[in-house]
Each structure stands twice: as C-alpha cells, then as structure tokens.
Nanobody, 118 residues
Framework: QVQVVESGGGLVQPGGSLRLSCVAS????????MGWYRQAPGKQRELVAR???????NYGDSVKGRFTISRDNAKNTVYLQMNSLKPEDTAVYYC????????????WGQGTQVTVSS
C-alpha cells in the first residue's frame, strides 16, 4: 500500500506564490507518474500538472506559464511551484501517485487547501 501526503497549502493574496509538496511512502517498487489535481466547490476534479518518470511534464491549460511541477525521484517527492496565483486557483489540491502505467487510478492524498484571496 502506498501512502501519499501533501503539504504547503494556505492562504495567499492574488499575485502571490505557494509551493506544494507531496511525498509517497510505503510499498513502492517504482513510480511511473506523480501529479497534482484540484477540485473547487461545485466543480469536478481537474488536472493541474503531472510528471512522468522520464520527467515529461504536462499542465492544465489554466495554469500553463504560471505553475511548475518538478520531481525528486530519490525522495519519492513531487513539488508544485505556483506563481501569479489567481482567486480562481482556490481549491483543494490533491496529489496522485501511479506505480506503473497500469496502476489506475493510483493512490491519492488527503488534499491540501489553497485559498487565493485579498
């Protein structure tokens, strides 16, 4: 079983920055992909950013150019640097870890709240 723990959420003013971290632990043989998803009240969960084992990232359209995902394979950790935050970025951010391309939907963390407000 894989445990996933997010950290780094909080309250920030519009235009500000936050850095989220996610650590995977437990029965890990390998990690194919690590990613961030978010869910705002009344909306479906959506992809924010994802990075595969070959470090290829992909981003949701609404965050391109503002958010950067990175990964430390030695620490089973993924980061999300969020810059130029907007009120519409307010959501619970969830980390997802997949051990292989066949490991779907993978393991989810409990989520961390990000609130962008003045």
């Amino acid at each position: 079983q894989v445990q996933v723990v997010e950290s780094g959420g909080g309250l920030v003013q519009p235009g500000g920055s936050l850095r989220l971290s996610c650590v995977a632990s437990g029965s890990i043989v390998s990690i194919y992909a690590m990613g961030w998803y978010r869910q705002a009240p009344g909306k479906q969960r959506e992809l924010v950013a994802r990075i595969t084992s070959d470090t290829t990232p992909n981003y949701g359209d609404s965050v391109k150019g503002r958010f950067t995902i990175s990964r430390d394979n030695a620490k089973n950790t993924v980061y999300l640097q969020m810059n130029s935050l907007k009120p519409e970025d307010t959501a619970v951010y969830y980390c997802n870890v997949r051990g292989s391309v066949f490991d779907f939907p993978g393991s989810w963390g409990q989520g961390t709240q990000v609130t962008v407000s003045s």
